[in-house]
C-alpha cells in the first residue's frame, strides 16, 4: 500500500497538482495577482503562466 510520499511522487498525483495550480491560475488574475506573482507563488516559468492565461482564454 501506498504511503503519502510515495503517493505524492506518482506521475498521477504531479499531473493533478500540476493542472490544479493551471486551474487556479484565472481565479488569481481575478483577485489581482500579477502573472509574475502567481508564477513566483506556484514555482512557475511565467512563460507557463501566460500560456495558462491564453488557453482560459480560448475556451
Known amino acids: 500500500m501506498f ?7 506518482t ?8 493542472e490544479t495550480k493551471l486551474e487556479t491560475i484565472p ?3 481575478n483577485e489581482g495577482l ?5 508564477a513566483r ?10 500560456q495558462a492565461i491564453k488557453q482560459q482564454n480560448n475556451k
Not at 3 to 9: M, R, V
Not at 34 to 38: A, C
Request: aromatic share 12%.
Open 34 to 38: 500579477t502573472v509574475e506573482q502567481i
Open 41 to 50: 507563488i506556484f514555482e512557475l516559468d511565467i512563460e507557463v503562466v501566460k
Open 3 to 9: 504511503g503519502l510520499t510515495e503517493w505524492q511522487q
Open 27 to 29: 481565479k488569481l488574475l
Open 11 to 18: 506521475r498521477f498525483y504531479q499531473e493533478v497538482k500540476e
